[in-house]
Nanobody
Framework: QVQLVESGGGSVQAGGSLTLSCAAD?????MAWFRQVPGKEREGVAA????????TYAASVKGRFTIAQDNAKKTVSLQMNSLKPEDTAMYYC??????????????????WGQGTQVTVSS
């Protein structure tokens, strides 16, 4: 089992920035950020291979968001810049202990955090 704890959510005006952090209490091979708004499916935002730093981004956030890892601290961060109201969602950290691509689909991840709310006002 891997426990994931997110932090860093909050409220910001459009154009602003926020950084989310996810701490894992065990080894992982892939970590990712997803987001979800009520009534919609969970959407992949960014993912990283913890072994070689290969990353994947959703088209809607590419160029604005950056996923990065700190191996010493066993954390993965999501730097979010130029935030838009449509980025408002509950953001979840996810992890898997298996290899095979750097996917952005929820079914490929086995462990999930509790979520942290991000609200962007116009």
């Amino acid at each position: 089992q891997v426990q994931l704890v997110e932090s860093g959510g909050g409220s910001v005006q459009a154009g602003g920035s926020l950084t989310l952090s996810c701490a894992a209490d065990g080894y992982t091979y892939r970590m990712a950020w997803f987001r979800q708004v009520p009534g919609k499916e969970r959407e992949g935002v960014a993912a990283i291979s913890t072994g070689n730093n290969i990353t994947t981004y959703a088209a809607s956030v590419k160029g604005r968001f950056t996923i990065a890892q700190d191996n010493a601290k066993k954390t993965v961060s999501l730097q979010m810049n130029s935030l838009k109201p449509e980025d408002t969602a509950m953001y979840y950290c996810a992890a898997r202990r298996t290899l095979g691509g750097v996917p952005l689909t929820p079914r490929h991840y086995d462990y999930w955090g509790q979520g942290t709310q991000v609200t962007v006002s116009s």
